[in-house]
């Protein structure tokens, strides 16, 4: 590699290494679990999950996404056994990994 992309491939990497997280707040809708995922596949939304994780360092805390495949409206959820918030919700959804499914 020359010296001018070194350079280039330094910036970038000196750039991510010292890039500053941001902390922001916002209001949660929050509900039982039981009721929350009852009614985003109930007859108003009609998602179905298509995706669950748990967090790492907290294995109670766990994330689901739901998706109408018809409306493309989406929701992700983060939940436990007694409670869950709506952590954000759109449109548009697209599926974008075309691969074997896992």
Avoid: H
Wanted: glycine share 8%.
């Amino acid at each position: 590699m020359s010296t001018i992309k070194w350079l280039c491939v330094g910036i970038v990497l000196t750039g991510a290494v010292i890039a500053q997280t941001v902390t922001v707040q916002k209001t949660l809708e929050c509900a039982s679990t039981p009721a929350l995922i009852q009614g985003l596949q109930g007859s108003a939304f009609k998602e179905k999950p298509i995706w669950w994780g748990i967090q790492a360092d907290s294995p109670a805390s766990r994330y689901s996404l739901f998706v109408n495949d018809e409306t493309k409206t989406w929701t992700l959820i983060q939940f436990n056994e007694t409670i869950a918030c709506v952590i954000g919700t759109g449109e548009a959804s697209t599926l974008i990994f075309n691969g074997p499914k896992i």
